[in-house]
């Protein structure tokens, strides 16, 4: 049939540029069009921006987590001793780590001392956590150990103690300083149990990048804090790393078994899972916000091709006329329309993966302007705010712009494929 057309055929192209680029006066581009191009813009830098932190802080989280703590913690469901308090101490951990150790997808099994105690030096005082562990064992927490984190040096560590950097800047100490020990539960006499007052050498400062470990985690040599603990010949716990750490859950059956009866775990995840679901909520639900900024920005598209309809109508109805079906014009107010989000879509992922990219200059700069303070490690774990760009992230963004402004430009497209060319040119 003549009237016939192959669809977005080049001179469909072409009138819909005319249209863009005519001026306003012409009756083309209008102020609206303009503004739902910005406002795309911006939707979809804060869609991608969002999302980029989202999973920054999320992976830099459980980064930390699993830097710096065990995968999954084996201990005792405890004992009642003579005192008739319970013992939850692993008296044969030896074994019990071996056949731990022993499980598929079992990295390390290593026996931990763990106790809390106060730290003093210079007048200070800070309560810590304590952690006995080998000097091996040790090296196999990559956060704990980094060289570029921390100072010292870890080859002494069996002769003194590994301290968090929160913890040195709390006592006002640095690596060759004394800093005492204080445990409650310390020596036994005939008069009672007296505390216990050791001091030991920093031999090395680590950050591990969460202010809650930084500030409260101190590491001794396994053998000294079974004395220290009153600990000999047991351990608290066994600390356990897998290959697969997202895989804990299925680990659990088999590392129980092999710990044998009276044993329980704990995982990361039972650790932090908790937070992990908050995070996830939030996600969830600052994706939704979010889709309603981009929704709003794309209704913007209808207003101004509305008004672009409306100052062509004389040349639908011409085109009309000379034969152009209304699929033809349908398809050419489709792309003035669908060229605003595919613009605004485009620069909206240039700005906000920018923004990824660049995010420690730009924070850098918002705290100096705001004189510091911004970001408070004490209140949000993590020392900066952190962000990671993942190619799912950025394709759920453009997908919802892109469906979104197709969508919301079929409508005047289709008013303006179904306008009578006799009502457009009767008063022409």
């Known amino acids: 049939m003549a009237g016939r057309t192959a669809p977005f055929a080049p001179f469909e192209w072409m009138i819909a540029w005319r249209y863009l680029r005519a001026r306003r006066a012409e009756g083309g581009v209008s102020v609206m069009t303009w503004i739902s191009l910005i406002g795309i813009t911006l939707a979809v830098f804060a869609l991608i921006a969002t999302l980029a932190v989202r999973s920054g802080f999320r992976a830099e989280f459980v980064d930390t987590i699993l830097g710096a703590n065990a995968h999954v913690t084996v201990y005792s469901a405890g004992s009642y001793d003579a005192q008739g308090r319970v013992d939850r101490s692993i008296g044969p951990f030896r074994e019990v780590a071996d056949r731990v150790a022993a499980v598929e997808g079992v990295t390390r099994a290593a026996p931990l001392i763990r106790g809390q105690v106060m730290a003093s030096a210079q007048g200070r005082n800070a309560g810590v956590e304590l952690f006995g562990i080998s000097d091996g ?249 952190p962000a990671k760009l993942q190619f799912w992230d950025i394709v759920k963004a453009v997908s919802l712009s892109l469906g979104l402004s197709f969508v919301v430009t079929i409508f005047p497209a289709r008013r303006a494929a179904r306008m009578n060319p006799v009502e457009a040119l009767r008063y022409e």
């Open 137 to 385: 064992d040790l090296m196999t927490l990559p956060r704990i150990v980094d060289p570029e984190t921390s100072q010292g040096d870890l080859d002494r560590f069996d002769e003194g103690i590994a301290i968090g950097s929160g913890v040195a800047r709390e006592l006002g100490v640095g690596v060759g300083d004394q800093v005492k020990l204080i445990s409650p539960d310390g020596v036994k006499t005939a008069f009672g149990t007296s505390p216990r007052v050791v001091s030991y050498e920093v031999v090395w400062v680590f950050t591990a990048g969460r202010y809650d470990i930084d500030r409260t985690r101190i590491y001794m040599p396994f053998s000294e804090a079974q004395l220290y603990f009153n600990r000999e010949g047991r351990a608290d716990e066994i600390e356990v790393m897998l290959s697969d750490p997202d895989a804990v859950t299925a680990m659990v059956p088999p590392i129980l078994a092999a710990a044998g009866e009276g044993a329980l775990v704990w995982t990361w995840k039972d650790a932090s899972g908790g937070f992990l679901r908050a995070l996830e909520i939030e996600d969830n639900v600052m994706f939704v916000i979010l889709s309603i900024l981009v929704l709003i920005a794309a209704m913007n598209i209808v207003s101004g091709l509305i008004m672009l309809v409306k100052n062509k109508g004389r040349d639908i109805g011409i085109l009309r006329t000379m034969g152009l079906t209304e699929g033809a014009v349908l398809r050419v107010f489709f792309i003035c329309g669908a060229f605003t989000g595919v613009i605004g879509t485009i620069c909206g992922v240039i700005l906000g993966c920018l923004f990824a990219i660049y995010i420690d200059p730009i924070f850098s700069f918002v705290n100096y302007v705001a004189g510091g303070g911004v970001w408070d490690p004490q209140v949000r774990g993590l020392y900066q705010l």
